[in-house]
């Protein structure tokens, strides 16, 4: 690990107050980034926030797909291209944030050279240790072996078709053998081109002179010779040297081949005879150190730990020192470089220890910042004692808390995002929208039902592979001790299956030392709890001994050290598992199937809870001031189901419920008449007709332009049905239901008098949508916290779910907007952007007066008090207060009830003689550039909010 000389100086943390989220690929790389920095820095962020930067998979278009934490990425200009990009940045006063992916690589393709390494080598691979891969399975045939799924068909009709063929290439000055599968090379093990060249001299003749034969010997010799990849006495050095004389006999085979025509032609001639004979290129592949096999076997056979249940992402095992020193070192330089200023950690819950990683990076950044980490890990103010301005992804869920302890300055800002959401939704009128969606799809179960059938579906079908590698593991333990030894493999796989279903949170926290966070024990009781009584209600065979036996060992309830340790490294790896299950179970299943207001089914949220009281947003932000000021605050983000105003836009719905379902049974004939009848039954399912129509009302275009429309929506409802897992899945899609789906999208999105009564429901909740939008958007950049703003989300964010919330921004259109406002913004211009809302210029307005004030007042914001104010059920209003300084954020919410739309915006008389409390001073509206002077005490909302909905009043 780089240290840095005695002489550097030490560098302060660089805290930012905003952040602005840039999506890097191929085709909007540093360099056009970096034409956008001038707008950026107009804007008023402090800070640029990168997706990973780091060489991925070509073409990849999210960089989540890493393949080398060594390189920068070539297709977004590499090293040089950073260099290029921070500079400017620096010029501008602008940090820069980096992504960065401790859990996984890209192994798809050949494109990841350690991954390939293994696959050559096997154990014997320099960077064995690198992937989490179980070498010893319980399937025999997998011993010594990665399972490769990566076939369209079983390996004999593979292998028979002749679509397996080997070959021999030859690239700057060497060469090798290659496995070729369609456009897949896999590389081949030592131990197979030893067999195969042994092959080669029966096939070359009598004409051969006998130096080139020597040689050839020699080589297959030399090969033959070296030490076997699964030999345990190997080490470090030796895999090395093991390495360094395969690649001497590779280029002594190509200097041989270049010299000797006959060995060429000899050796061409075994290739083409292997190749046609199916038995003998078996005997080939069965000698690599990988075993080929359909691709749908994955999920059981699987022997190495995988993102979620993606074949083509491997998981690092980061827990070893020196892979965290290799994945880090770039980083560091980065670091050392002045290139970065902050880190967003992505899918920290699949580390095996994310408290230590996180302490463990805060220490490295720390001796290359000549900044050490001090001995108190934990929040701190100012971010005291952590040299690095750090987030980790993690979804807490309805009241679990951020763990004091770690190293990192809070979330990325999910947590924040389902509170601040929550806020525009009515719930007064959960029983009548949950009447409305029972009656449309049928579906009469609760949420928590849908995530338990999610989280039992994904550890049945996507993720069984890894269950059974923790119940064989439990069953291990259960044999040392006597009380728990006639456990059956069969019973232990049940608990863990009951368990993880019943998991009340992604994952608890207990550390290889036994350390655990509070309240790890009594969510593990929980789940235990709600197991057994799963169990016995569902009459599953599973005793109740099983699952108290399961409890200690997850509470490390040991009789001696020794059975602690084994306990406590069956928990880590228990943790691991229930993160990717959640994950999937909710939101890649469930929030797919309960469907009774879409825009609360969101990464982050809970649909179960119907809205946010007041009191607990308040609530929320107050902690947040106190204990991680600098956490982040999202609103959209690459990860999202739906854009912010996507959501904004639904929300509204529930305002209405009696509305909605007049829309519903008004045109429930037009509805049910485009529906396929097939043997499954109707196709769409009303459910998915439910999850379409929510959909396309949040993303009507405001412009009222359709064009594409029509195919994001039915991109959109392919994933969602496939995400679903009803009637049809990426394991196995339904050709006929899939096309019906198309069919229904393509038949109402062309009908004349469908769309106009859409449209028709589109005006008439648009004005209270973007309400919520303006009113959501100015919460979210003066509340505690740093806040996020996603690609384009200064403007009207109306997308769906990826690929969709990645399409091209308009840069030089917002910056013709930033440049009409910084040539006079006064009120009148407000209420002009105001009267054509839907060309989103009125989002950029708010958006950039708030960051405006943020930039003026940077302690008011990054350390003001948060203090709510009481204004009536339709205000989301509070004070940020410092040193003599106060800043007012007044956001109406459930403008529709509050107007009885009568009006669409709340203005003025709209609020009757409703008062806001306000200390005495002078205020400026920073959106409207309005003066109000308070004498102290309540002032009529009417007044504030007289001619722009929504304000933000500064004073001092």
């Known amino acids: 690990m780089t240290t840095p000389s005695p002489t550097e100086q030490a560098r302060p943390v660089t805290l930012p107050t905003s952040t602005y989220r840039l999506q890097l690929h191929a085709g909007f790389p540093f360099a056009a980034a970096r034409r956008q920095l001038p707008y950026l820095a107009r804007l008023g962020v402090s800070a640029v926030y990168l997706s990973p930067i780091w060489a991925s998979t070509p073409g990849s278009t999210h960089g989540y797909d890493v393949t080398d934490h060594a390189r920068i990425n070539p297709e977004l200009g590499g090293l040089e291209g950073l260099r290029r990009f921070s500079s400017a940045a620096r010029d501008l006063g602008l940090s820069v944030i980096v992504d960065f992916v401790p859990n996984h690589m890209g192994i798809q393709g050949g494109h990841n050279p350690y991954w390939e390494d293994v696959l050559r080598h096997g154990q014997g691979s320099r960077y064995a240790h690198f992937f989490d891969i179980s070498w010893q399975p319980l399937k025999r045939a997998l011993e010594g072996k990665v399972l490769l799924p990566t076939l369209g068909d079983q390996y004999g009709r593979v292998l028979e078709r002749g679509e397996l063929q080997l070959s021999w290439e030859e690239q700057d000055g060497t060469g090798r053998f290659f496995l070729r599968y369609w456009e897949r090379r896999l590389p081949m093990s030592p131990r197979s081109v030893a067999l195969l060249l042994s092959w080669v001299p029966s096939a070359l003749g009598r004409q051969v002179p006998d130096e080139a034969s020597a040689e050839l010997a020699s080589i297959t010799r030399s090969i033959q010779n070296l030490p076997r990849s699964n030999d345990p006495q190997l080490t470090d050095t030796d895999k090395l040297s093991r390495a360094q004389e395969v690649e001497v006999a590779s280029r002594r085979l190509f200097t041989l081949l270049g010299s000797a025509p006959s060995v060429r032609a000899a050796l ?254 009594a969510k593990i009781a929980q789940a235990v709890r709600d197991a057994k009584a799963h169990n016995r209600r569902e009459g599953q065979p599973v005793p109740p001994s099983v699952f108290d036996f399961l409890q200690n060992v997850l509470t490390l309830n040991a009789p001696d050290e020794r059975t602690r340790a084994a306990y406590a490294d069956f928990a880590l790896k228990f943790q691991q598992l229930t993160g990717p299950v959640t994950a999937k179970g909710a939101e890649d299943t469930a929030f797919y199937r309960f469907a009774r207001l879409i825009s609360l089914n969101e990464v982050g949220g809970d649909p179960a809870h119907f809205g946010t009281p007041l009191k607990d947003f308040h609530a929320a932000a107050a902690r947040r001031a106190q204990h991680w000021p600098h956490a982040m605050l999202g609103g959209s983000t690459h990860d999202t189901k739906r854009g912010e105003d996507t959501r904004a836009r639904i929300h509204v719905l529930s305002e209405i419920p009696q509305g909605w379902a007049d829309f519903l049974r008004e045109h429930s004939s037009l509805l049910l008449s485009v529906l396929h009848e097939t043997d499954l039954g109707p196709a769409p399912t009303t459910r998915d007709l439910y999850v379409l129509l929510q959909n396309a009302l949040g993303a009507y275009p405001l412009s009222g332009n359709l064009g594409g429309f029509v195919d994001r929506l039915n991109a959109y409802m392919q994933k969602a049905a496939r995400e679903a897992k009803l009637r049809t899945s990426w394991a196995s899609p339904d050709e006929e239901y899939e096309a019906a789906l198309s069919d229904v999208v393509q038949k109402l999105f062309t009908n004349d008098d469908f769309l106009g009564a859409l449209g028709g429901l589109h005006r008439r909740i648009s004005p209270y949508g973007a309400q919520n939008g303006l009113s959501a958007t100015l919460i979210r950049l003066t509340a505690p916290g740093v806040p996020d703003t996603y690609q384009g989300t200064e403007s009207w964010n109306q997308s769906l779910v990826d690929p969709d919330n990645r399409r091209p921004v308009d840069y030089a259109r917002l910056g013709r907007v930033l440049t009409r406002l910084e040539k006079g913004h006064d009120l009148a211009l407000a209420r002009k952007l105001l009267g054509h809302y839907e060309d989103g210029a009125v989002k950029v307005m708010t958006t950039w007066a708030a960051l405006q004030a943020r930039q003026a007042h940077p302690e008011l914001f990054g350390q003001g008090r948060y203090r709510p104010l009481e204004a009536g059920k339709y205000l989301v209003a509070f004070a940020r207060d410092h040193a003599g300084q106060s800043a007012v954020t007044v956001a109406p919410r459930l403008t529709l009830s509050l107007t009885r739309e009568k009006t669409p915006w709340a203005l003025a008389e709209s609020w009757g003689n409703r008062t806001l409390t306000l200390d005495a001073g002078t205020y400026t509206n920073v959106l409207t550039g309005e003066k109000l002077r308070a004498r102290g005490g309540k002032v009529p909302v009417a007044k504030v909010l007289e001619d722009f909905p929504l304000a933000l009043l500064v004073k001092g």
């Open 268 to 521: 061409s001639s075994v290739l083409e005879s292997v190749n046609a004979d199916p038995q003998k290129l078996d005997q080939l592949v069965s000698e690599q150190n990988y075993r080929l096999a359909w691709w749908q076997v994955a999920a059981e056979e699987i022997n190495y730990r995988r993102f979620f249940d993606i074949n083509d992402l491997a998981a690092l095992r980061m827990e070893d020192p020196r892979v965290f020193a290799w994945a880090h070192t770039l980083l560091f330089e980065l670091l050392r470089e002045g290139l970065i200023q902050g880190v967003r950690l992505d899918h920290t819950d699949g580390l095996y220890d994310p408290a230590g990683y996180f302490r463990a990076l805060q220490a490295g950044a720390g001796a290359v910042l000549g900044r050490p980490l001090d001995g108190q890990e934990g929040s701190g103010q100012e971010g005291e004692g952590k040299p690095l301005y750090v987030v980790a992804e993690k979804i807490l869920e309805p009241g679990e808390k951020l763990p004091d302890a770690w190293a990192v300055h809070g979330t990325t800002g999910y947590d924040f995002l389902a509170e601040l959401s929550g806020v525009f939704v009515d719930t007064a009128h959960e029983d009548d929208l949950s009447a409305v969606y029972r009656r449309f799809t049928g579906d009469r179960d609760r949420y928590p039902d849908h995530l338990y059938r999610g989280k039992h579906l994904i550890q049945r079908v996507s993720l069984p592979g890894e269950v059974n590698v923790l119940a064989e593991h439990l069953e291990r333990l259960a044999e040392a001790d006597l009380t728990s030894r006639d456990f059956t493999l069969s019973a232990v796989r049940g608990a863990i299956r009951e368990v993880i279903a019943c998991f009340p949170v992604y994952r608890t926290y207990v550390r290889e030392n036994g350390e655990r966070e509070p309240g790890d024990n």
